[in-house]
């Protein structure tokens, strides 16, 4: 049973950062990929950054490219979302996945399989 428990968010001043962490466990995850995705109310899961769990390769979204870092530790079975600068815009609930498909199918929620309950993290203008 695949489980993903992602921690870290919280509030922050505009500019500020954060850095959220997931932990996986119930399988290895060579061959797949671990996404973040974030969430406002009234609106679909959005996504953020992918990194392959082999390569450590990584995609971001536009919005938030330069500005967030993805990175896996293979030793500790978890993926880090790294986020600087933040803006207002970035408020939302964060979740991961586990996914798999080329790097347009990752960018959609249909390319995974389990998903983290989600942490919160709101940005203060």
């Known amino acids: 049973q695949v489980q993903l428990v992602e921690s870290g968010g919280g509030l922050v001043q505009a500019g500020g950062s954060l850095r959220l962490s997931c932990a996986a466990s119930g399988r290895t995850f060579s061959g797949y990929a671990m996404g973040w995705f974030r969430q406002t109310p009234g609106k679909g899961r959005e996504f953020a950054a992918v990194?392959?769990?082999?390569?450590?390769?990584?995609l971001y979204a536009d919005s938030v490219k330069g500005r967030f870092t993805i990175s896996r530790d293979i030793a500790n079975s978890s993926v880090y979302l790294q986020m600087n600068s933040l803006k207002p815009e970035d408020t939302a609930v964060y979740y991961c996945?586990?996914?798999?498909?080329?790097?347009?199918?990752?960018?959609?929620?249909?390319?995974?399989?389990?998903w983290g309950q989600g942490t919160q993290v709101t940005v203060s203008s």
């Open positions: 996945g586990v996914g798999t498909g080329t790097w347009s199918r990752l960018r959609l929620t249909s390319a995974y399989n389990y």
């Open positions: 990194i392959t769990w082999s390569g450590g390769d990584t």
